[in-house]
Structure formats: C-alpha cells, structure tokens
C-alpha cells in the first residue's frame, strides 16, 4: 500500500513540480513519515525530499496543516522545525475552564475530508509527539470530551479520531 501511494505521489508531483503542497500532499508526508522503515528510492526519494523541503515552509498552512507538518517534520528527524510549528499553534488556542483548550477557527469544514473534531486530534498527536505538556493535552481532550456531551463528533471517522486520540494521549 505505501509503495502505491508513492507511485502516485510521483506521479501527481510531476504534474506540478514547483507548485505549492496540498492538503493532500501534507496528509501523505503525515502518513509516509510512520513508515520511515519502508526506504525510499530512485524518482520517489527525489520527490520526497523536494515536498519534505517545501514542508518545512509551513507559515501560510491551516492548522490541521500545521499539526501534519509538525508530526511528520517531527518524525523526519527536524524537530526544532516541528517545535516552532507547535508553539506557533499554541499562541493561536484558547483556553477556558469549561470548554479546554481549542482552536477558535476550528470548524467543520467542507473544502476538505476533516472535521472541527478530526483537526483537533490532529492537534493532540502533533503536541503530544513534539512538545508534549501535560495540562495542554488534557485540555485539548477536555475540549474533545465537551463536543461529545454538548454536540456530537460529526460522522464515524471523527468518532475514531476522537476515541484513538483520548487513548493515545493518556
């Protein structure tokens, strides 16, 4: 399977080599960098170094951008880079007694497969990963926590996201 998304992965970058990341161009780095065991090679290194370097150039992502690229820079072994993307992301939360620790343009959104709960997990594994600070992540489950006693988690994969995120971070 990931030696499929690579084959596609080249051959969608080679149709735009100089253009800027996608959101799935970020989704997949995100993903390749949990199979740093499976190497790379030929064409797909090559490609695979140019989308690490335009990771790396981060500043006008959206934040459930933002938190990819700080997991995936993380695993890469760039973490003073995923570093300054976390404490990026956190001068832009919020955090209240009742509500925890959240991201006031996090919203569901239709331009993209994610969801306000999907983008928050994201945010979870990317402090978690990179500068884990225990009162931050148990605020930003309490938030996750909030939208299901108050709203619900949008659909079942936001329920997934949600369940593996409160697992995974304690």
């Known amino acids: 399977a990931i030696a499929y998304l690579d084959r596609i992965m080249v051959q969608r970058r080679k149709s735009a080599p100089d253009g800027n990341l996608s ?3 970020i989704c997949y780095l995100d993903v390749r960098s949990s199979y740093t065991d499976i190497p790379l090679a030929g064409e797909t290194l090559d490609c695979h170094k140019g989308m690490v370097e335009k990771l790396k150039q981060w500043v006008h992502f959206s934040t459930i951008e933002k938190a990819y690229a700080a997991t995936a820079l993380y695993r890469y072994g760039f973490a003073d880079i995923a570093r300054e993307i976390v404490a990026s992301l956190r001068q832009y939360a919020v955090t209240s007694p009742d509500k925890g620790m959240f991201w006031p343009n996090n919203r569901a959104s239709y331009r993209y497969s994610n969801s306000a709960v999907v983008e ?7 402090f978690t990963l990179v500068d884990p600070v225990t009162t931050e992540i148990d605020a930003m489950r309490h938030w996750l926590l909030t939208q299901k006693q108050t709203n619900r988690w949008e659909s079942v994969p936001s329920t997934l996201e949600a369940i593996s995120a409160l697992l995974k971070a304690g």
């Open 23 to 25: 959101y799935y161009d």
């Open 120 to 126: 928050q997990c994201a945010l979870i594994e990317a």
